[in-house]
């Protein structure tokens, strides 16, 4: 595989995307978000799902009677989770937008970003950037909620994956290196996917950047935040040096 001919990350497995997301669980995921608000004593109404990929977070937060929309940079992404809304009914709205130059003229009681989604933003003038977006579409006792992956889990390699069974409808390989001194991560994967008697194969890079925790509070306390809550992810705990996932809760 040779970097020239990868698609760009999400672009080419986003019709798939679903199928290799069928074990994550979403409405889990939801729930604990919904436990972040009661432990800090607030309330949402209006929802922005950041990074929203084909929306399965943003289905389950509107059917659970929130309004929401959804902000995704990947077109492609975009297409698959207004498919969804259209089926459901649902009645999330989704634009294509880059989280660093997020402009909706409307501000959330919430916003919410899982799934390592904003490692995305390797530049940290745009990572910054994006938490500033974040600030300015919230309301003044809004919540931005997010997970990023840690440098621990570049290091031990938790991108190292596969699913190489032959009769997976979805089959992939994933080789991720991580360069201390850029502190990104690279990670070269390979799909095949069955489609009739036929099988298509493609490969994404993917690239994420790790963020110290020390440099993302400055960034939310620098973008006006008041108060940066971490956690280890999926308690309320908080985060230790082997934590691979770590939530962020950072109050306006
Ligand atoms: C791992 S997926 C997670 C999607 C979704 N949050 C979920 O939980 O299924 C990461 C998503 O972030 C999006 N993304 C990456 N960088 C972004 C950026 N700068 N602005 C907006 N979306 C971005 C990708 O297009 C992709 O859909």
């Known amino acids: ?36 608000l009661e432990h800090f004593d607030r309330s949402a ?13 943003s289905e389950l ?32 709205r989704y634009y294509v937008q880059d989280a660093a130059e997020l402009a909706l003229n ?42 990023l992956n840690t440098e621990y889990a570049f290091v031990h390699k938790l991108f190292d994956q596969s699913q190489l069974e032959p009769k997976a409808p979805l089959r992939y390989r994933w080789r991720s290196r991580y360069d201390k001194s850029t502190r990104l991560c690279t990670v070269e994967m390979e799909f095949w996917v069955r489609e009739g008697n036929t099988e298509r194969y493609f490969t994404e890079i993917h690239r994420q950047r790790a963020y110290s925790e020390a440099e993302v509070r400055q960034m939310l306390y620098a973008a006006g935040f008041a108060e940066v809550h971490t956690f280890d992810a999926y308690t309320l705990d908080p985060p230790t040096r082997r934590s691979d996932r770590v939530f962020y809760v950072a109050l306006r």
């Open 1 to 36: 595989m040779t970097g020239s001919s990868a698609s760009e990350a999400f672009e080419a497995i986003a019709p798939y995307y679903d199928l290799l997301m069928q074990s994550i669980p979403y409405l889990w995921w939801m729930h604990y978000v919904e436990t972040l």
């Open 106 to 147: 409307e501000t959330f009681d919430l916003i919410v970003s899982l799934f390592d989604s904003l490692n995305y933003i390797t530049e940290p003038s745009r990572f910054a950037e994006a938490m500033r977006r974040a600030y300015q579409h919230l309301t003044s006792t809004g919540l931005f909620i997010f997970d």
């Open 45 to 57: 109404h209006k929802v922005l799902d950041l990074c929203c990929g084909t929306g399965n977070l």
């Open 61 to 92: 937060f509107a059917l659970s009677g929130y309004e929401v929309v959804g902000v995704d940079k990947s077109p492609a992404m975009i297409e698959q989770a207004r498919r969804k809304a259209e089926a459901s009914r649902s009645g999330v």
